[in-house]
């Protein structure tokens, strides 16, 4: 029978409304869900290609201990023996939870109430400290509370918008199209970036301030110190609502405009429109994400943003105030819970031994965490030497995504006792665990997220639970059970953790705390299942519609006021002779994280399928490398060989790497393994953007390009990188020893049978070799192979996947790697939504379409997620500006 359900994205911090429709023959589609207040209908690439990622291809179905599958009974009775003997041979502070913003908040809750009032340890930590602890950090140093003053529609009513550390195009593209509609609307709205890039985001901007890596703070002292020079301050909000100017004014003044431009970079009429731009206009949001966040001095950078705002009191007004952009789905759920290691639940404090008591008293918990635990680069480096004896990571993959990746995984190797909870068995972390947990996924877990507007909506299971699979917060609440404490976490259904949550927020709070949703509280499984979107606060006896901070004060410090914070600029270039090189880490459009979801889906791989380095031309000739050449990028921690995208793009001397691929997808592309421990003081946060690197050629004797109905096995190459295609897979190879036989090489590669011959073609003197493998009308499998990067048609030649071939015309030319005149090559792709490529945006362009508008009124491209206007406008400008020549 066919239904639809209402449900939440699981991607990043916007928190779009989904409603997936299951059909009778149980295919899953999905669309925007036009009432939820967070997105109005809209999805991204990513959200747009859920229905595709819900196939059970590699799933962890059963409980399996040292590869073997066991009954659920035997792996939960392990955990809980091996947790218990460690902390009572050790102490509590010998075993962790490493836990996930992809967690759902019932999950969270039961995590934290473990480990912080049952074990008596705040080892608990998450990969949200990888993205927004910053974030976290600074809020509660200026406001007394990690409380996000402002909303989506502040961006919306804005008449100047600063996004800072922000490629909102790719990493939040709801937000960016909300941005983007609003701007249309009203041409008098500005849009400043700031990004030592010029990344998609690029295009919406009124001015594109390229600083050099890690300057914000000098850029925002300098603008602190321009405010008060302009008489751009609000001395009331200061007087009334605020301490702690004095000393911040007194640093500012310390740096003088001259050297904001030297440690910017940039030209002084650029710098001096920020400040008059900034200073002149009332409503003023500054967005900002991980290029702030993910540095050694983010939670600086984070404070010399909000004292701008404190200063001019453009803070909590409708379309003002400081606004940090949470990246994944449930970040801000996990905050509210107490995940991080340094908080407590319901955003009490650790180090507030009153907080410490109500938190104890109202789980009547044996015992209490009485300091913070390890933050996520001290927890593995505790894995490493011994301390930690029992470590259980849920929902994430630190052998991809934390800083000096390679020792992280040294360590887990080494560690006595490891439990992996998630919904794949073959990651990159899975491989390493003692015990595999089968978690549900995205369509079968049912609970609550917050998204970064601090909007909680709900997580609804549509799919039936696969295998044996069950929820986390089920598989703690059973391990903990066993480990003596049944009564507090005897829960029968995830309705009833929320209503402890939400007990919790409202318990002994008379408004000195933020977080308060205690009107939720006594809710029945049907209120809570039928539960619609909103806002905290939400406590019990008083509705609010629309939530803002600040406008009038009402700061969590004891006093009732903000506090500015005295920050200075510090040097950040570290780059040296060895390490010449900047490397700058983040996400591209159309994967997430580690690709366990997104990997799944040829749309998504479609438009880029392989790892890259972003190389400034200059910086490339001087290292050898071509375009489509492949580049190795070395730091003292480790090293990563990409694909060499030259692009003017990027700033000379510096590097961006996506930090999606893995040993799953690539050969050896993690390039977090490259990144150094190196983290914020305050915030325990790595710094992502600013590593220095040495790059240089990566010599190959041959290239590579393939495509197979089958998926890959043991590829022996020395780089490798793996997508989903339609019809099967694509694969980029490069080889620096010679194959004897690439015939054999193909049969043990792609599982060609041994009775199905090869066509081929052969060029001993340019190096090209091309063979395919045909049985019947299907191909099978195809590789070409050249002296130079293979220049043959890549979407042509996956379409010959689902193609029939039923004559050799059609397999010569595909041999030959040309396309007909009938079956014209689109071009790599642009738009993932509708498969739209390159070159055909280029023939229409060439046709009249001169425009984003008529782009996509010709070939839809643009039309649906709005992701890739920015690279179709860039298309057209480029093909404009050549007829003009």
Known sequence: MEKE?????????????????????????????????????????????????????????????????????????????QFSDAINEHGPDSVAFYVSGQLLTEDYYIANKLMKGFIGSANIDTNSRLCMSSSVAGHRRAFGSDTVPGTYEDIELADLVTLTGSNLAWCHPVIYQRLATAKAARPGMKVVVIDPRRTMTSDIADLHLAIRPDSDVALFVGLFEHLIA?????????????????????????????????????????????????????????????????????????????????????????????????????????REVGGLANMLAAHMAIESA??????????????????????????????????????????????VSMPDADAVEAAIKACPFVVVS??????????????????LGWGEKSGTVTNSERRISRQRSFLDAPGEARADWWQLAEVAQRMGFTQAFNFAANAEIFDEHAALSAFENSGNRDFDIGAYVGMNHQAYDELSPFQWPQPAGREIDVTRFFAKGGFYHADGKARFIAVEPVAADRTCAD???????????????????????????????????????????????????????????????????????????????????????????????????????????????????????????????????????????????????????????????????????????????????????????????????????????????????????RNWAISQLTAEHTNLRKRFALVAG??????????????????????????AVRGGCHSVEAVGKELNAGTNCGSCRAEIRGIIDGCLAAAAE
């Open 354 to 399: 009153e907080d410490r008591d109500r938190v104890q008293r109202f789980w009547h918990a044996p015992t209490i965490a009485e300091k913070p635990g390890l933050k996520a680069v001290d927890m593995f480096r505790a894995v490493a030497d011994g301390r930690i004896k029992a470590l259980w990571i849920m929902a994430t993959n630190p052998v």
């Open 230 to 334: 302009s008489n751009a301050i609000d001395q009331n909000y200061i007087a009334e609502h605020t301490n702690g100017f004095a000393e911040a004014f007194t640093a500012a003044t310390g740096v003088s405009f001259n050297e904001v431009l030297d440690m910017t970079g940039l030209p002084a009429m650029q710098l001096r429109e920020f400040y008059r731009l900034f200073a002149t206009t009332e409503k003023v949001v500054t967005c900002y994400s991980q290029g702030v966040n993910q540095s050694s001095s983010g939670t600086d950078k984070v404070n010399a943003i909000i004292n701008c705002h404190l200063a001019t009191g453009r803070i909590g007004g409708p379309g003002m105030g400081p606004f940090s952009l949470t990246g994944q789905p449930n970040a801000m759920g996990g």
């Open 5 to 81: 359900v209402k449900t939440t994205c699981p991607y990043c911090g916007v928190g779009c409304g989904v409603i997936a429709k299951v059909a009778e023959d149980g295919k899953v589609s999905v669309k925007g869900d036009p009432d939820h207040p967070s997105n109005f209908g809209r999805l991204c690439s990513k959200g747009s290609a859920l229905g595709e990622t819900v196939d059970l291809d590699g799933r962890l179905l059963y409980p399996e201990v040292s590869g073997e599958r066991v009954e659920w009974e035997q792996a939960l009775d392990l955990v809980a023996q």
């Open 579 to 793: 390490y010449p090189f900047t490397l700058n880490t983040g996400r591209i459009r159309d994967q997430w994280h580690t690709m366990t979801r997104t990997g799944k889906s040829a749309r998504l791989s479609s438009h880029i399928a392989e790892p890259f380095a972003e190389l400034h031309p200059r910086d490339a000739i001087e290292i050898g490398v071509g375009n489509a050449g492949l580049v190795e990028i070395e730091s003292p921690h480790g090293k990563a060989v990409v694909r060499a995208l030259i692009t003017e793009r990027q700033a000379r001397g510096s590097i961006f790497v996506p930090m999606h691929w893995n040993d799953q997808f690539a050969a050896k592309a993690r390039i977090d393994a490259v990144v150094a421990p190196l983290t914020d003081a305050i915030s325990g946060q790595p710094a992502s953007k600013n590593v220095a690197v040495a790059a240089r050629r990566f010599k190959a004797a041959r290239y590579g390009f393939a495509v197979s109905a089958a998926k890959p096995d043991h590829l022996e190459a020395a780089y490798w990188a793996l997508a989903k295609a339609e019809g099967g897979w694509r694969v980029e190879l490069a080889f620096d020893q010679p194959v004897e036989d690439w015939c054999t090489w193909c049969r043990s590669t792609f599982a060609i049978p041994e009775n199905v011959e090869p066509l081929g073609y052969a060029d001993q003197q340019s190096g090209d070799l091309r063979l395919a493998f045909f049985d019947g009308k299907r191909l099978l499998a195809a590789l070409f192979l050249a002296r130079e990067p293979v220049a043959v048609a």
């Open 422 to 439: 998630d919904v794949l068995k073959s990651t990159d972390t899975a491989r390493h665990a003692h015990v595999l947990l089968p978690s």
């Open 818 to 843: 040309r396309p007909g005149a009938d079956k014209p090559d689109p071009g790599a792709t642009v738009c993932s939504c509708f498969g739209v490529g390159v070159n055909q945006i280029v023939a």
